[in-house]
């Protein structure tokens, strides 16, 4: 009768170590979400090609051109802070109505870093 006492106090000792484990492991849910991110097609809508493109915005992780312009070389990332960033192409390629696709990440979890603001210069 001790054995099974015995036993059965070792057995729930083991029961009540799984369940606090199971509880208080970091879990992959319970992982900070990562910084968010968005995409903006930026069109020169200026009356001459630009070389040039400045954009504005807040708590900027990362900018990146996804899509360039068609025939443009990959530009240069010239200037980067928290709320700004400006890509500088080798000439004035970006003609009027062209675009480029960018994607901005916050510099948060959670956060996406929006472009609020931008300009073209030649």
């Known amino acids: 009768m001790l054995r099974l006492a015995l036993a059965g106090s070792v057995l729930a000792v083991a029961a009540l170590a799984v369940i606090i484990y199971a509880t208080t492991r970091d879990e992959p849910d319970n992982a900070p979400a990562p910084p968010a991110s968005e995409e903006y ?3 020169n809508d200026g009356a001459e090609a630009a070389r040039r493109l400045v954009i504005e915005g807040q708590n900027f992780g ?7 312009a068609p025939g443009c ?5 010239t200037a980067f802070s928290l709320f700004d960033a400006t890509f500088e192409w080798e000439s004035a390629c970006v003609g009027p ?8 990440t916050g510099d948060c979890p959670g956060c996406t ?4 603001a931008w300009r073209w210069e030649e």
Request: proline content about 7%.
């Open 41 to 43: 097609a930026i069109v």
């Open 73 to 77: 070389a990959t530009p240069d990332q």
């Open 62 to 68: 990362g900018v990146e051109v996804l899509e360039n």
């Open 97 to 104: 109505g062209e675009r480029v696709i960018v994607r901005s």
């Open 113 to 116: 870093g929006p472009i609020t």
